[in-house]
């Protein structure tokens, strides 16, 4: 097994905890917060969240393709996140994504608002290392998009599911494919 899993799956289940216990001391914990309640709405925002899910990939996926930067820091993600098993980058894409939904848009952006929430998004994905910079930068226009669904539909359903797809392709692909040769130009 990964040495980051276990870890990992720990810090995020307690801070889903911390999340779900900052969210009901605000009195705001229901059901609708984190599923719409009509089933048209349902639809409506699960297209949203697959579509924001693919906007972000496809980004990723362009980058990684045509930037050396992106291609570094994808060399940099294999040495932390491979090998690992289908079942192992599910856990870890449900456990991340949620938790990190949970947190960031259910319980701190109602308190500081969509922008500040978005760079504090950024700034916990922050990695003192150089080859993390542009991560950081997408960690936060993530945490933008992701916020905006939040802000739309009052619900935590299309984030969620839009973090939760971009973390399990985009971990799968890392565990799946060959590494690109480092040959495009910043």
Known sequence: MKTILVPALRFYLVLGLLAMGIIALQDRLSLGL??????????TYLLWGLGAALLL???????SRNFLWAQLLDREFRRILVP???????????????AEEVFFRGAIQPLLGLV?????????????RRVFLPWTAYAAFAGLLFGSLFELSGTLFPNT????????LMIW???????APSTASD
């Open 34 to 43: 984190f599923f719409p309640t009509e089933r048209a709405t349902a639809a």
């Open 57 to 63: 990939i496809a980004l990723s996926l362009y980058a």
């Open 84 to 98: 690992l098993g289908s079942w192992q980058i599910g856990a870890i894409a449900l456990l991340s994504g949620t």
């Open 116 to 128: 500040p929430t978005s760079l504090l998004f950024g700034a916990v994905h922050l990695i003192p």
């Open 161 to 168: 599911l839009s973090h939760v797809a971009v973390n399990f």
């Open 173 to 179: 692909l890392l565990n799946h494919s060959d590494p």
